[in-house]
């Protein structure tokens, strides 16, 4: 297939050398014309067509882990299978990280390294100090010179590269994530109320992945019990107001934490971790406690207490760094800070592997032989992808501290995946409870790009005006980080050639207006759109509407005519045939569900006329519309009899929503 | 990537890759799994188009489908004569419609076809009650099955005929933002 490409190409550069040899001067008497025409433009389609093709199966033929989420989507549903893919995808981003990071900063900073002096225990695996400190593994390490290998060569400014590499990896990162949480919203998000609740669990939830028999099993079994809860009518009492207690529990928690930071090193991530750990467990048995109006709603309520528990420790942890580190007058602060966020990720990664091996591992030890009523444990799905939401936000923002962090973390996902994959097959059993996939994926990317993402922007914003220290890393001796670029700026205002950047920088990138009137014509675009949804709300409510009268008026009609037609029955056994053939055309008025009348106003007119009734059977099919559209013509003919009764039997069900409104006829002899 | 794959000629695979979004690497991989079912009825050239049809037994003998409780429909939807048995053809499509390239209206239409039984373009109490036994293994008495079935007419019909049509049925899927992943069978 490949070779046919290539010989679609070869052919486009048989014509187009001689056109440009033709061009030049030379006499190609080429059948240009003809050569074209022999390739018609189907053919192009389609070799461009299966060009795409090869492209999409080299790619797909990687297909990493494709058995894998199978073998997970076969067993334990859809459910648990969206943590895989999403921790497939958070990996995506870091993966591209490591790799820009380590393109475009490290390796210029192999040319440019100093020799390191100190010496490696093992002990720097762990607290990430120590030799570590003088590698490319922290911000400190680099050089704010610019780099060259051969003198009165091409340079390379380090400041620039670091600032841009980062700045440039967030902007992409940003337009990724705004555009997979817009599709997802708008492919995911019901926000018009489901009151179709009963039809959708049955026909739209069976999840035709699962293809194991005991799994299969269970799910019939779980739908089974659900259905039987509803006809028992089982109703649970509203839950009581938490959001009282939520806060208390949390500024305890959070104070406690300020409290430590001036301890050892170690001792600070250890206890984040323990308090992200054991405190959703507490969150889980409160929730337990609590009643609540559905199984929905707890999890719902103790996923939002996860939430702000995260943000809060993030949000102490980013004040702690950036406002008493940064200004504390220690040595290198921003390898400090790279530091910590390399404990605290590690840390992290090691608790995550310790839950899963308590949690999953010895629960099921405990409910298969000590505590046999409690079971074998269920995979925790808000939990776990809460967890990687954290552990991504940790890296995102120790990128500009610790430039290889990403390449960290990637390593920590691999072995989170495996280890999250065996410990799920040997040790839980599938979800019992519903577990709304589609909608939870797109919050859970929701929670990636407004807390944590957007956090994360900020953060990097406010990080480039802080004071660089003095004596390593590459923004030495400036005033802000930020300085970098002014300069570069002002450089570039030399020379002409690159005015136009200049321009930019000063009138787009660097003026308020700019942004202020971005902003006004964003703000003006979300209220209109806003508006448009409010509008279309409401005519989704009078259609709707219009389609239920619609089928109750057409029942109303056509069970007036069965009675008349029933009573025309009874009533014509004795009628003596008159042999008389009349043709007769009935116009029928038609009018649409939207109830815009095609032709005359609606009238129920029945043909009483000469005072005799008659009976038409109408197929819909040999019915046309007349010239004007207006009404719809059928035509029958009849052999009549003495007495007359009409009544109109509609032979085939009416395809669509129009209505039959009135009809009205005309006869005439023949 | 060279393709030496003999069994197609290039018009077919044009033919398989225009209906639906279906990759080469898909098509061929397809095409071994029905091979496998049946190694000595399925030749390895299907240049010459040969009129291969696999009975109801084999295909539904294959781990993605032996389990759940709608094959026999599944197999009767895609079959050519509705009568389960599948040519090459009913064995693409059904695996494309229940992949994750499938628009949700394309297999929203398929679905409706499953669940209906009796194969009168509604869905109408009867098929329902099938329905709700199959996915809960005739587990229910006849009343709660009943009771069940007439919510979801209430619910999910729109123009109040006591049964779903096609358009009902997709109104109910624009609402169930799980169905486009559920209704998917990997392979």
């Known amino acids: 297939m490949l070779l046919y490409q290539f010989q679609v190409v070869y052919k486009i550069y048989c014509i187009l050398i001689p056109k440009f040899c033709f061009l030049c001067g030379f006499d190609a008497e080429e059948d240009l014309v003809g ?30 882990w494709h058995k894998s989420l199978k073998i ?86 380090m400041q620039l590269a670091y600032i841009f590499t980062v700045g440039i990896y967030f902007v992409i990162c940003f337009l990724i994530l705004l555009f997979s949480m817009a599709r997802f919203f ?87 971790s323990l308090l992200n750990t054991l405190v959703p467990f507490l969150f889980s048995w409160l929730g337990h406690l609590e009643k609540f109006q559905s199984p929905g709603q707890h999890i719902y309520v103790t996923i939002v207490r996860n939430i702000i528990l995260k943000i809060s420790i993030v949000g102490i942890l980013c004040y702690y760094w950036l406002n008493i580190v940064a200004t504390s007058e220690s040595q290198c602060w921003e390898t400090l800070v790279g530091q910590d966020i390399y404990r605290l990720v590690l840390v992290d990664f090691i608790f995550c592997l310790l839950g899963s091996f308590f949690g999953e591992f010895l629960r099921r030890i405990i409910g298969t032989t000590v505590c046999v009523s409690l079971g074998l444990p269920e995979f925790d799905i808000g939990r776990n ?20 962090l990403p390449g960290i973390q990637m390593i920590a996902f691999l072995i989170v995946f495996f280890v999250k994959k065996v410990s799920l097959m040997r040790n839980c059993q599938p979800p019992r409870e519903v577990w709304r996939t589609a909608q939870m994926t797109t919050s859970f990317i929701f929670l990636l790009f407004c807390p944590s ?3 994360v922007l900020s953060l990097f914003f406010h990080t480039l005006r802080l004071k660089p220290s003095e004596e390593c890393g590459p923004f030495r001796g400036l005033p802000s980080m930020y300085a970098a670029v002014d ?63 619609a089928g109750q008026d057409k029942k109303f009609l056509l069970q007036k005519l069965q009675r008349e037609q029933r009573a025309k029955r009874r009533s014509s056994s004795a009628l003596g045939g008159r042999g008389q053939q009349v043709s007769l055309t009935a116009h029928l008025l038609l009018f649409n569900c939207l109830g815009q009348v095609h032709g005359a106003p609606p009238a129920v007119q029945t043909a009483c006329c000469f005072g005799k009734r008659l009976s038409l059977r109408f197929n819909l099919n040999s019915c046309y519309l007349t010239p004007d559209s207006k009404r719809m013509q059928c035509e029958s003919s009849l052999i009549i009899c003495s007495r007359l009764e009409f009544s109109l039997d509609i032979e085939k069900p009416l395809p669509s929503p129009d209505i039959i409104y009135g009809y009205e006829t005309s006869r005439k002899h023949s | ?47 010459a188009k040969p009129a291969v049809t696999l009975p109801y037994e084999l295909i539904s003998s294959m781990p993605e489908l032996k389990d759940n409780p709608f094959r026999q429909r599944i197999a009767e939807v895609f079959s050519e ?38 194969n009168d373009d509604y869905i109408c109490k009867s098929d329902l009650a099938k329905t709700v036994n199959k996915l809960t293994r005739n587990e229910l008495t006849p009343e709660e099955v009943s009771l069940v079935c007439e919510k979801v007419i209430y619910e999910a019909d729109v123009d109040n005929d006591g049964k779903l049509s096609l358009a009902d049925f997709q109104h109910m899927i624009v609402r169930a933002p799980d169905f486009l992943s559920t209704f998917h069978i990997r392979i």
């Open chain 1, 487 to 549: 300069e570069w700026i002002q450089m570039l205002e030399r020379y002409t050639v690159s005015k136009w950047v200049v321009w930019i920088y000063h009138n787009l990138i660097a003026s308020e207006l700019f942004f202020f009137i971005i902003s006004t014509a964003v703000l003006i675009l979300t209220y209109l759109y806003w508006q448009i949804i409010q509008a279309r709300k409401t005519m989704i409510k009078l259609l709707h509407n219009q389609i239920i009268n």
């Open chain 1, 186 to 272: 708008s492919s995911n998000f019901r926000l018009t109320k489901a009151f179709s609740v009963n039809a959708s669990k049955l026909l739209c939830t069976w999840d035709f992945n699962i293809t194991n028999e005991e799994a299969v099993k269970l799910q019939q079994k779980n739908l089974l019990t659900q259905i039987k809860v509803q006809t028992t009518g089982g109703t649970q009492l509203m839950c009581a107001s938490h959001s009282v207690g939520d806060l208390v529990v949390h500024t305890n928690l959070c104070s406690g934490l300020f409290h430590y930071r001036q301890s050892a090193m170690l001792v600070l991530p250890v206890i984040v």
């Open chain 1, 453 to 455: 993402f957007l956090g």
């Open chain 2, 81 to 118: 004569h509705g009568d389960g048995n599948m040519t090459l053809d009913d064995f693409l499509d059904m695996f494309s419609v229940l992949s994750e390239m499938a628009p949700r209206d394309l297999k929203a239409y398929y679905a409706f076809k499953i669940y209906d039984f009796n």
């Open chain 1, 385 to 404: 992808v809460l967890d990687l939401i954290y552990a991504q936000t940790l890296t995102w923002i120790g990128i500009l501290f610790s430039p290889l």
């Open chain 1, 35 to 64: 050569s074209l025409a022999s390739m018609s433009s189907n053919e192009m389609i389609k070799s461009f067509r299966r060009f795409g093709n090869a492209l999409s199966e080299f790619f797909q033929q990687l297909r990493p």
């Open chain 2, 1 to 47: 990537m060279g393709n030496k794959q003999t069994i197609f000629t290039q018009e077919q695979l044009d033919a398989y890759q225009s209906q639906e979004p279906t990759r080469l690497s898909v098509c061929l991989r397809l095409f071994h799994r029905y091979r496998d079912l049946a190694p000595q009825l399925v030749p390895l050239d299907y240049s």
């Open chain 1, 72 to 157: 997970i989507g076969a067993e334990f549903g859809t459910s648990v299978l969206s943590y895989f893919v999403f921790l497939k995808w958070l990996l995506n981003f870091n993966i591209f990280s490591f790799l820009i990071n380590f393109g475009f900063i490290t390796i210029p900073q192999f040319l440019a390294a100093e020799p390191n002096n100190l010496s490696f225990t093992g002990l720097e695996l762990l607290t990430g100090a120590g030799y570590f400190q003088q590698t490319v593994l922290y911000y400190g390490f680099y050089t704010n010179a610019t780099i060259s290998k051969v003198e009165n060569g091409p340079s390379y400014n």
